[in-house]
């Protein structure tokens, strides 16, 4: 079964280029223009990832990503012309798990989206079940319990998580974590790293602003904290 992919964009020039180089290595490729039609799609296609234009003429990229994080953990890249800082975060909090800044390579591009892929569907490891005080991590299923109740991960932080719990507990530099959940050409870019742990503490954590599982070295990188009593 192909790979489909759902591109948002109001730009006619860029739907077409991105839909003849995704069919053209064999995607099955949807297209909107509107951030509308983007959900409409998305409901109705149930696409494997979202290439998504943040300026879209009726409803706000950031808005569309909210849309989507209300029922699917669909990788979701974002295509923009906004390219500080702020608008980064900002997207990467909002639950996108890329952000790429026009005008924008078809090969890096590419890179990306197959590294989004591989984060959602990764091969089965051998069988693990790891916990530590109230928290419980299927290594295998790719499923998180707090206290006996279900957390739901996005791709990019299921992976975060899974680098940290395979570390048993021993640091893992920012530089480490960020080449193994975006790729070395993502060496730098410490952004990522505190959105999406933010974001997975809030989930994991009774309280994020003390955290007990994933715990912070100062300038060098995180552990998972384990519970030596589990």
């Known amino acids: 079964m192909k790979t489909r992919v759902l591109v948002v964009d109001d730009e006619p020039q860029i739907l077409r280029a991105l839909a003849v180089n995704l069919r053209a290595r064999d995607f099955e490729v949807d297209l909107a223009a509107t951030g509308a039609e983007a959900l409409q799609r998305a409901a109705a296609a149930r696409p494997d990832a979202v290439l998504l234009d943040l300026g879209l003429p009726d409803i706000d990229g950031l808005d569309v990503i909210d849309g989507l994080r209300g029922w699917t953990e669909v990788p979701i890249i974002v295509l923009t012309v906004r390219g500080r800082e702020v608008d980064k975060v900002d997207a990467l909090d909002r639950g996108a798990d890329d952000y ?36 419980r991590v299927d290594l295998v299923d790719r499923r998180v319990w707090r206290g006996g109740e279900e957390v739901h991960l996005t791709p990019t932080e299921w992976s975060l998580l899974n680098e940290l719990v395979r570390a048993g507990g021993r640091l893992v530099t920012q530089r480490q974590l960020l080449m193994a959940v ?35 070295e100062a300038g060098v990188g995180y552990r998972f904290g384990v519970d030596e009593g589990s």
């Open 182 to 216: 975006w790729g070395p050409q993502y060496g730098t870019e410490s952004h990522y790293l505190r959105v999406h742990v933010a974001n997975l503490r809030r989930k994991i954590e009774s309280d994020s602003a003390q955290p007990r599982y994933i715990l912070t």
């Open 100 to 135: 790429l800044t026009k005008p924008f390579g078809m090969n890096e591009l590419l890179a990306r989206l197959r590294a989004a892929l591989r984060r959602a569907n990764p091969s089965k490891p051998e069988a693990a079940v790891v916990t530590s005080g109230d928290l």
